[in-house]
């Protein structure tokens, strides 16, 4: 069985998407952000990117909790670069498709100016994108664009998983 991460920058909608599909494949979800450190937390409020040092134990334990579970699950994480997903990756030891929600820099950024509850503000987006590294061939993964009615994206995940198109690899 395959975990899905859902990832992406900041406001892309990991968590909205994550639910939904983890409610859709009747899986448990996990919001890596629960799993920041207070430090962490507490460098974004303050609109300090965080560095490849700060990300590391969050990134190791989001895969850990991934290899504890015995059932697979859907779970929210930026996983920005390559060296985070492999991060994940060593620690999960299972399965794991990363799922990608990209989107247009200004979508995303109306939708960061229109939250009151996260951590992360928008003057931290630039730095998201400067970051994002889009999985490569080699990655089990999928793209999937943003720009879409809700409930047609996560339809269409939906559809790519039970029809096991969802993650493509290198051939």
């Given at each position: ?29 996990l919001d890596g952000d629960t799993l920041h450190s207070f430090e ?132």
């Amino acid at each position: 069985m395959m975990t899905y991460i859902v990832m992406g920058v900041s406001g892309c909608g990991k968590t909205s998407v994550g639910k939904v599909l983890a409610s859709r494949l009747s899986l448990p979800f996990l919001d890596g952000d629960t799993l920041h450190s207070f430090e962490n937390i507490k460098k974004m409020r303050s609109a300090i990117p965080l560095n490849d040092a700060d990300r590391e134990p969050w990134l190791r334990a989001i895969g850990e909790r991934i290899s504890r579970s015995t059932v697979p699950m859907v779970v929210g994480c930026s996983a920005l670069k390559r060296l985070y997903r492999d991060w994940i990756r060593a620690e999960a030891e299972k399965r794991v498709c990363f799922i990608h929600l990209k989107g247009d820099r200004s979508v995303i950024a109306r939708r960061i100016s229109s939250r009151s509850d996260h951590f992360m503000p928008l003057s931290l987006l630039d730095s998201q994108f400067d970051a994002l590294e889009v999985p490569e061939k080699d990655e089990l993964s999928l793209e999937i664009d943003i720009g879409q009615p809700f409930d047609l994206l996560v339809d269409e995940l939906v559809q790519r998983i039970h029809t096991q198109v969802a993650c493509r690899t290198a051939p």
